[in-house]
């Protein structure tokens, strides 16, 4: 957002009184939104997480102690992960953004 002012005010007060140039900063206006647009929705998109609404005693009765997450009681996907920021396993874990302040998943 600050980058985008700074452009944004340095369009009106430096570029727009030498030269008419209105194109371009429409196009820098639209560039700006869109990429504002796509961080809101990657910030409010759901990584992936996985739930389960089985005990952990009935999980161990089904499926092998390596395959299941006991902070979530869950069982592990292959290439799931435990996210200790989050506290919750995610499938397909790559990391956990702290400029989203979420993490980065299926």
């Known amino acids: 957002m600050i980058m985008f002012w700074l452009v944004f005010i340095t369009q009106i007060v430096v570029i727009e009184p030498k030269l008419d140039v209105w194109y371009f900063m429409l196009s820098t206006t639209l560039i700006s939104v869109k990429l504002l647009m796509s961080f809101v929705f990657t910030c409010r998109s759901k990584p992936g997480y996985i739930e389960s609404e089985i005990a952990v005693t009935d999980l ?34 790559e990391k956990h953004s702290v400029w989203l302040d979420t993490c980065i998943g299926r």
Do not use: T, W, Y
């Open 60 to 93: 161990l009765q089904k499926v092998p102690a390596q395959h299941i997450c006991f902070d979530c009681s869950v069982i592990k996907e292959p290439g799931s992960h435990h996210c200790q920021a989050c506290g919750k396993c995610v499938s397909k874990f």
